[in-house]
């Protein structure tokens, strides 16, 4: 079914005259043809956001964050990725289907590299819904592009996302990107009573307040759950925020997770599009093959990574003949347990000295995930990767800055700021219209045809030099601010 869709898609694309070659992201955020994509169409599973997280990845390079939270939401799901040392994190496995949300082993697995993700019902397009218990849900369910929110207009009946985001004033038919839908304040409030509202017995303004803080916590609650499954505290970590709604809830979430520093880049609306232009091609291959530190079967496991290196080589080299770098990795546990851990291999081929070498690279990443390492126990190597990825150029480094001057905005409407709690006379301000150093105070949003970024009243948004806006939370008299 994939291969027939891929080569139609090819073919028409063609007697269009595209006659470029034609290539698609995988899951494991690199490249690959047509024709490997037709043989192992799984692993396009979950391409899309892998997208959004080698956006993310090189904007942490190019601003020297190594520690950074990715934020992607859309239509119908956020995503939330971690990248440190300006990789995003990967797994070997992926579930899909989960019966109980956030829980790990409550769906399918499916045996594909893939960049390590949370992803949740939570989208412009989410419905919200009160539950037999008389709390505010928010998704699975979508109302998709067509009919879309209630408040586009076209026949859609169930309060969304989106929907509450116009009831708080965060979007308006004025500065809404697409051209070819009239935003309805009124349309939304009716949705919001009849889903919301009327169950509740709450105004259509409560209503909205309650889904946007549901969906937001839901999110938060997505965050931590996935630093906390990783190992990984959050405290230092940037976020940078992309898609169509990332920048309208991502400060939210800035402020419920502690962060301090907000990254919202020029096409951020697009960011997994812009993703797709930057990712390498790459291809990663993978094996179960058993062996231990006991016993350590030093001619089979150079077989299979000599295997394993040809077979990524060979697919890379359908796409690109550019120089490569080729990343070996083998999953290892103690005995007895039911799960592993990630250890780096060097290049060169195992000797006699390749169980207690092993052992040792294993110890380490042990400590480092857990605290301490646990003696007198048998080391076992279950699978074994290799990742072979055309060499990317290193983007130009930009030095973000806080610093900047207030300008003043020419129009402003009223907006909900959680921060009060009230209604606000916000702020907004066309992001074309600003320049390098210009500073805008919350509450306010900045829109642009992509997307609308939203401003709390103790938030700061400074233009860059590469057109990034940087958020930070700032109090009146917060130095480097001119006023």
Known sequence: LMASYLVRLRDELATRGATCPLYLIHSGGGLMSVESAAAFPVRLVESGPAGGAIFAADLAARYGRDRVLSYDMGGTTAKIALIEDFTPATAKTFEVDRTARFKKGSGMPISIPVIEMIEIGAGGGSIASVDSLGQIRIGPHSAGSEPGPASYGRGGLDATVTDANV????????????KDIDLSSALAAEALMRSVGDRLGLSAADAARGVAEVVDENMTNAARVHAVENGKDL??????????????????????????????????????????????????????????????????????????????????????????????????????????????????????????LLGAEFTKAYEEFFGRAIDDLAIEAVSWSVRVASVVDAPTPVELSTNGTEVAAPNHRTMYDPISGVDADAAVVERTSLSAGDQVRGPAVIVEEQTTTVLASHHAATMQEDGTVLIHRADAGSPGVDA
Request: hydrophobic content about 45%; charged content about 25%.
């Open 167 to 178: 009831q708080l004033g965060r979007l308006h038919a004025d500065t809404f990107g697409a």
């Open 235 to 356: 405290a230092g970590y940037s976020m940078i925020a992309f898609g169509g709604g990332g920048p309208l809830h991502a400060g939210r979430l800035l402020d419920k997770l502690g962060l301090d520093e907000l990254i919202v880049p020029p096409d951020a609306g697009v960011g997994s599009a812009v993703g797709f232009l930057r990712a390498p091609f790459a291809y990663e291959a993978v094996r179960s093959f058993y062996t231990s530190t006991v016993d350590f079967d030093i001619d089979g496991a150079n077989r299979v990574l000599t295997e394993l290196t040809d077979e990524a080589m060979a697919f890379v080299r359908e796409g690109t003949e550019a120089d490569v770098s080729v990343e070996r990795q083998v999953a290892m546990r103690y005995k007895g347990q039911g799960w592993e851990i990630p250890v780096r291999l060097g290049d060169a081929s195992f000797d006699h000295m390749a169980a207690e």
